[in-house]
Structure formats: structure tokens, C-alpha cells
């Protein structure tokens, strides 16, 4: 299993709001290490969604937001639409593996 | 913008080794951190290891230390990672990605499958 804990699917209808959690331990996040996201659409490479645990890349819509605190994140969309059907990751670092990069094990989005 | 272009998918036998290259275009690696993350068929991402251009020396992740290296040509244009003794765990979709200075990942390449399978 993933060393980020997130649930494995979440769904909601369109222009609502969803959240999805990212939960980790004392060695990665709670560490204070950043906290990143990745939306990955079918049959295509992920793609930056946050970095440094609250940061839109450019071209990112406002509707994706992100927080940090303890040992988990959080990615929230509002607004929700049907292109927003993916599976989203959170990724971090990790001292208790000599210095890894770890992911979480994805959440795949389903716009009811 | 610097663009991440990998060689074409691959099918080997098991015991054998792959060697995925992935080029820049419109750039060089000089200033990126590249690392390579797989994904098994149906399963979430997984870092591999990395290699630093300016210290020119590679990391990887205790699970695939002995069986992966990473190494970049002296131009710093193209980066090769090669996976020995390979079983039929190893069919994943093969991506490089830059590294940000926060450790995440900016550019992605399209990705590279690897099939194993006697």
C-alpha cells in the first residue's frame, strides 16, 4: 500500500464541491514537507494540478484549491464539471525511506 | 518551454533489461532534476529514482536499488533509465518528469509502456 493514504474514489454531482484527502505520518508531511497534486486523465501522463501544498501552476482554474495541516492535505474542486473526471494523486517526500518521493495511491473522481 | 519526448513502448522477456531514454526539446536538462515514475496497469504512481545534472549522480528508491540507473548523456539532453532482470511486474507505463526546486514534478513526458511477458 501507498505510504500518502487517499480514498479510493469520490463522486459528485455537477457544480458541487468535493474534497479529497491526503493522509500521511510524522516522516513525510507531518514533517513539514511539501504536499503536491497531480490530476491524471485517462490514457495520458499526470499532470500538475498544486505544488508547494497551495499553488496553482499557471492555467490551473481558481475552482482547485488546496491546504495542509498536521500529517494530512486536502485537494477541494468547486464548481465541479464533467471534465473533472480523473484520478487525482498527492505526492510528498518521505525521510523514513532514505529520502523517497512518495505518492498517494489515487483517487479516481466521478462527476455523477 | 523545455518538452519531454520518451522512446517508443517496448516488449521484452523476463530476465532481460529495457533501457527508456527521454530527450529535451526546445531545451536541456542543465537546470532540472529529472525523475522516472511508473504505472503499473490499473495502479497509482511510483518514483523510481532521479538524476541531478549538476552533481551528474542519480538516486533511486530502496526498492529498485541494484536493478535501475539512471544516467544522462554529456549534453545533458537526453536521460536513460535502464531496469534489469525483468519479471512481469515490471508492465508499467514509464514516465520522466523535471523536478521544481519543492521537489515536484513540473513536465511530464508522454510515457513509455513496457510490456513483460514470455
Known amino acids: 500500500q501507498s505510504v500518502l493514504t487517499q480514498p479510493p474514489s469520490v463522486s459528485g454531482a455537477p457544480g458541487q464541491r468535493v474534497t479529497i484527502s491526503c493522509t500521511g505520518s510524522?516522516?513525510?508531511?507531518?514533517?513539514?514537507?511539501?504536499v503536491h497534486w497531480y490530476q491524471q486523465l485517462p490514457g495520458t501522463a499526470p499532470k500538475p494540478l498544486i505544488f508547494?501544498?497551495?499553488n496553482r501552476p499557471s492555467g490551473v482554474p481558481d475552482r482547485f484549491s488546496a491546504s495542509k495541516s498536521g500529517t494530512s492535505a486536502s485537494l477541494a474542486i468547486t464548481g465541479l464539471q464533467a471534465e473533472d473526471e480523473a484520478d487525482y494523486y498527492c505526492?510528498?517526500?518521505?525521510?523514513?525511506?532514505?529520502?523517497?518521493?512518495?505518492f498517494g495511491g489515487g483517487t479516481k473522481l466521478a462527476v455523477l | 518551454q523545455v518538452q519531454l519526448v520518451q522512446s517508443g513502448a517496448e516488449v521484452k522477456k523476463p530476465g532481460s533489461s529495457v533501457k527508456v531514454s527521454c530527450t529535451a526539446s526546445?531545451?536541456?536538462?542543465?537546470?532540472?532534476?529529472i525523475s522516472w515514475v511508473r504505472q503499473a496497469p490499473g495502479q497509482g504512481l511510483e518514483w523510481m529514482g532521479e538524476?541531478?545534472?549538476?552533481?551528474?549522480?542519480?538516486n533511486n528508491a530502496q526498492k529498485f536499488q541494484g536493478r535501475v540507473t539512471i544516467t544522462a548523456d554529456k549534453s545533458t539532453t537526453t536521460v536513460y533509465m535502464e531496469l534489469r532482470s525483468l519479471r512481469s511486474e515490471d508492465t508499467a507505463v514509464y514516465y520522466c518528469?523535471?523536478?521544481?526546486?519543492?521537489?515536484?514534478?513540473?513536465?511530464w513526458g508522454q510515457g513509455t509502456l513496457v510490456t513483460v511477458s514470455s
Open positions: 518528469a523535471t523536478e521544481g526546486r519543492l521537489m515536484n514534478f513540473e513536465i
Open positions: 526546445g531545451g536541456t536538462f542543465s537546470s532540472y532534476g
Open positions: 538524476f541531478n545534472p549538476v552533481l551528474r549522480a542519480s
Open positions: 510524522s516522516s513525510n508531511i507531518g514533517a513539514g514537507y511539501d
Open positions: 508547494g501544498n497551495t
Open positions: 505526492q510528498s517526500y518521505d525521510t523514513s525511506l532514505s529520502g523517497y518521493v512518495v
